[in-house]
């Protein structure tokens, strides 16, 4: 990997060498370990998350040494520089038409997709369920046993290349039309709500205690979190912003499997 790496990093500070066979192999070299899994560009690292900055680097790299191409499925044609992930049935996932992936993203074993996109450079994790135009950006990273519902939009990051991606770790509940951008953190078997919007600005409050507890970027594990309001003072006046809010937490001696839709059902909310 550092082999690869100090190539990537060179052809970075020098695009003239993007015209070179060698480069142009090690660019693709990378997003073939990318398709793969063997890489990754964000991975855990004890509580934290590392992000590998030399493989988004290689992700962009690769758009400028491609060339456009028609691609014709049945049909359906598409005209694009970047191959469709292909090879399902011996990846042991299961893809709805339409559903696209793109080469270059990562699909575990018993992933299903619904009409759905996966980018390049994401990584989706076994079991988990990408539901009905839901959308995961590229270089997010979706955990095991997810379930991302209809209509999700999970935010793709490739520059700044310091910036996360966004994480949604294991066995967590992704309601109808959320949307998580700009590297949020969702910690494992938390659940959101419908339409609940995250963004690093996002205040995330926990509104179960006695007294009101902020989070910015993360929530925490086995949340239980709404959408919400707060009022801010404006020059013109008053006005409400939108929060998101925790309510709860999702009890553990409720099954997992179960719990998806029990945990925010025990608070009256909607799925």
């Known amino acids: 990997m550092e082999h690869l790496r100090g190539k990537i990093e060179e052809a970075w500070e020098n695009r003239e060498l993007l015209k070179s066979d060698d480069t142009q192999n090690t660019i693709r070299e990378v997003i073939e370990l990318l398709d793969k899994g063997t890489l990754r560009v964000a991975e855990p690292d004890g509580d934290n998350w590392k992000v590998n900055e030399w493989v988004k680097k290689a992700v962009v790299l690769y758009f400028p040494i491609q060339k456009m191409e028609t691609i014709e499925v049945g049909p359906f ?3 694009d520089k970047m191959k469709l992930k292909t090879n399902y049935a011996d990846l042991g996932v299961r893809v709805v038409p339409h559903a696209v992936a793109r080469y270059g993203a990562y699909l575990s074993k018993g992933v299903i997709m619904m009409p759905s996109y996966v980018n ?3 990584y989706v994790d076994a079991g988990t369920m990408v539901d009905t135009w839901a959308t995961v950006g590229s270089c997010a990273q979706i955990g095991k046993d997810v379930h991302l519902s209809g209509g999700v939009g999970i935010g793709g990051v490739l520059e700044p290349l310091q ?3 966004v994480v949604i770790e294991d066995g967590c509940f992704v309601g109808s039309r959320c ?3 700009e ?3 969702v910690r494992k078997e938390a659940v959101l709500g419908a339409n609940v ?4 600005s996002t205040k995330i409050i926990d509104v179960s205690g006695d007294e009101p507890i902020e989070y910015r970027g993360e929530v925490p594990e086995r949340s239980v979190v709404i959408p919400g309001s707060y009022t801010k003072e404006f020059p013109a006046g ?3 912003v939108p929060c998101a809010l925790i309510i709860g937490k999702r009890k553990p001696s409720t099954d ?4 998806l839709n029990d945990a925010l059902r025990e608070y009256n909310v909607a799925v």
């Open 77 to 79: 044609e598409f005209h």
């Open 120 to 122: 390049i450079g994401a």
């Open 163 to 165: 910036a996360a991606p």
């Open 179 to 181: 949307i998580v951008v």
């Open 183 to 185: 590297g949020v953190r």
């Open 197 to 200: 919007v995250l963004t690093k």
């Open 238 to 240: 008053n006005y409400n």
């Open 256 to 259: 997992l499997k179960t719990s």
